[in-house]
Nanobody, 124 residues
Framework: QVQLVESGGGSVQPGGSLRLSCVAS????????MAWFRQAPGKDREFVGG????????YYSDSDNGRITVSGDNAKSTLYLMMNSLKPEDTAVYYC?????????????????WGQGTQVTVSS
């Protein structure tokens, strides 16, 4: 069982930046790969970026245009999502997810554990 707790969400103006954090607890073998997803009202949950702890491999959504960086701190068991040049369309609840499977997953079904989510609102 893996517990995930996100933080760092909030309200920001267009063009601003935010860094989200996700602290993981539980067996490390159950969180070999972690990822960020987001879900806007009325839309499906959408993959943002992922991180493979063994080796630090990062991977992103096909729609990423360099505004997003995923990173991890193994000593703190924490996954980060740095978002720059935020736009109103980035407004969503952002979720952290984990799986023990060594798969570079980008579908919600690939992940077993989820955090409660943190709201990001981009508005002037």
């Amino acid at each position: 069982q893996v517990q995930l707790v996100e933080s760092g969400g909030g309200s920001v103006q267009p063009g601003g930046s935010l860094r989200l954090s996700c602290v993981a607890s539980g067996r490390a073998s159950s969180r070999s790969v972690m990822a960020w997803f987001r879900q806007a009202p009325g839309k499906d949950r959408e993959f943002v970026g992922g991180f493979v702890w063994n080796g630090g491999h990062k991977y992103y959504s096909d729609s990423d245009n360099g505004r997003i960086t995923v990173s991890g701190d193994n000593a703190k068991s924490t996954l980060y999502l740095m978002m720059n040049s935020l736009k109103p369309e980035d407004t969503a609840v952002y979720y952290c997810a984990a799986t023990g499977k060594l798969v570079v997953g980008a579908d919600p079904a690939d992940f077993d554990s989820w955090g409660q989510g943190t709201q990001v609102t981009v508005s002037s």
